[in-house]
């Protein structure tokens, strides 16, 4: 078992709470922001301690939440919440669950957290073990002072200003309500202290419920030292009950990983318009221009130039690409492509480098050599093109005979007309070029011209014949009358 200030024996995260103020078919704790669910930020601050066991408590929309917590860490410990209300039964049983995992009572230092509380970090959680630690404490409680403490549980000090306990707002007395520094609900405990004590905490209160608060007063009763770590970070405490504080903490992370970027390099337009998932990496001297969102694993190389308007997930970008007023998913542009403005990439499109995909472009499950461009107008799918083909105007794949998808293949160095249709399977060779309109349902063998040619035919008279007095017939009356002063003569 590792023994330096940072690695506590366990991290148990609390997430048994309803959460109806979300007012949601979907558990409070699943609700996301920039790119993880609210309890996926909470694994990912507790992870950051390298705990040797980490356990999620669960009650409320059991299996739900417990498969969506499994998902993110496949080996943290579930511990089932019973009847028992109160944040002590939770931590109760948290711990019984990790001593079972561990063959017996673990020793040492054991966090308490909360999947609600989304922008808590590993590092003010390595703070306050470090601080617990160091001094030896039984209980260390994280603490913020706030404007409005309303609803929070009060610290209560000595003289001396030690802590002496936490009063939960609801059996608080008016002068105890006065006090605005709140207990976060985040904690560093000596394990034996806490295992000990926590039998002991009744649910004769207000909520009739098992406070995990009361473990402060029964530590002092057994000599343990009980302190606290004001954060001055308010944010990193707070927790999101209903969907107005969903979006103002989603407001102030998103905020948070914006400066992360300028602060090393990368160029935001306009922060307010611009929002980045945690999991996305930037190079320095990207350029990110305003409405742009960049979610999940979403990489983009240094000198890209980002939107405006345009939305990137799971995509690749390569480094000096420009990517103009699009939509792409799970996609890959290489260095010194482009795309846009107004192209729509779905998943498994990869352009290659110096290629171009551009205005008004649909693509899917396609791949396009160095060099090669679509630039208008059409939609690519299951296709690989090679390398400098052009694509002209308004080319489109028949890639879907209504049952099954099939693949078109295109050569290096093609050059299509406009308006060509490839019914596919069907394969183009290298060299080859294609004349307008061409529907192309047999392989065009390498150098070859492929037309679909119907001999053009030209009514004369039509309009005048058998559209009579119509503006189009009118022009077409002074088209074919010759003008007086056009007159060899006049
Ligand atoms: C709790 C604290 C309060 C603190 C506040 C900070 C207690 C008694 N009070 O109050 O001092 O200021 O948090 O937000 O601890 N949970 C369970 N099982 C339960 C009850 C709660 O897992 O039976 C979980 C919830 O899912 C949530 C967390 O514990 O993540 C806090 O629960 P909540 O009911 O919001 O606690 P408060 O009453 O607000
Ligand atoms: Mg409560």
């Known amino acids: 078992m590792t023994v330096d200030n940072h690695s506590p024996a366990a991290v148990i995260v609390l997430a048994a709470g309803a959460g109806t103020r979300m007012k949601s078919a979907k558990p409070k704790i699943m609700h996301e922001m920039c790119g993880r669910s609210m309890v996926g930020h909470a694994l990912a601050a507790a992870q950051g301690l390298e705990p040797d066991y980490l356990t999620a408590v669960v009650r409320f929309e059991r299996d739900r939440v417990a498969e969506h917590i499994t998902s993110i860490v496949p080996d943290i410990i579930i511990a089932d919440q019973d009847e028992i209300p109160g944040t002590g039964r939770a931590v109760e049983q948290g711990l019984e669950a990790v001593d079972a995992a561990h063959g017996g009572p673990v020793q040492g230092t054991v966090v308490v957290t909360y999947g609600d509380v989304p922008l808590l970090t590993s590092e003010l959680l390595q703070e306050l073990v470090a601080e617990h630690n160091e001094q030896g404490n039984a209980v260390t409680v994280l603490t913020a002072v706030l404007d409005d403490p309303t609803g929070y549980g009060r610290i209560i000090r000595d003289a001396d200003g030690s802590v002496s306990g936490i ?17 976060s609900g985040i904690y560093a405990f000596d394990a034996a202290i806490l295992r000990d004590a926590l039998p002991k905490v009744s649910t004769d209160n207000a909520q009739q419920e098992k406070y995990l608060t009361d473990v402060l007063g029964l530590a002092r009763e057994v000599g343990g030292r009980v302190a606290a770590v004001a954060t001055q970070d308010r944010w990193q405490v707070e927790g999101a009950n209903d969907r107005v504080q969903l979006a103002t903490l989603g407001k102030e992370m998103n905020r948070r990983v914006l400066e992360k970027w300028m602060k090393l390099g990368v160029g935001i337009i306009d922060p307010d318009s611009t929002w980045i998932d945690v999991d996305v990496i930037l190079s320095n001297d990207v350029t990110i221009k305003p409405g742009t969102q960049l979610h999940g694993q979403t990489i983009v190389g240094t000198d890209a130039v980002i939107g405006p308007d345009t939305t990137l997930t799971n995509v690749r970008v390569g480094q000096g690409t420009t990517v103009i007023r699009s939509v792409a998913t799970d996609a890959e542009f290489a260095d010194h ?12 499109t990869k352009l290659g480098e110096d290629a171009k995909i551009g205005a008004f472009y649909e693509t899917k499950n396609v791949t396009v050599g160095k060099g090669s461009k679509l630039s208008h107008l059409g939609y690519m799918g299951d296709a690989e093109i090679g390398e400098y083909t052009n694509i002209g105007c308004g080319n489109i794949t028949a890639n879907y005979d209504g049952v099954n998808k099939h693949r078109t293949q295109i050569g290096s160095h093609v050059r299509t007309s406009s308006n060509s249709v490839f019914v596919a399977p069907v394969s183009v060779g290298d060299g080859a070029y294609t004349g307008a309109g061409a529907v192309v349902r047999k392989d065009v063998p390498a150098g070859a011209l492929a037309i679909t ?6 009514m004369e008279g039509w309009t005048q014949d058998k559209r009579p007095g119509t503006p189009a017939a009118e022009a077409a009356q002074r088209a074919q009358t010759p003008s007086t002063t056009d007159r060899p003569g006049a």
Do not use: L
């Not at 009063?167 to 605005?180: G, L, S």
């Open 167 to 183: 009063r939960e707002h609801k059996d608080a007395t008016e002068e105890e309500r006065a006090i605005n520094e709140v207990n």
């Open 337 to 348: 492509s482009s795309v846009g403005p107004f192209a729509y990439i779905r998943p498994g």
């Open 453 to 458: 040619y119907a001999q053009q035919k030209n």
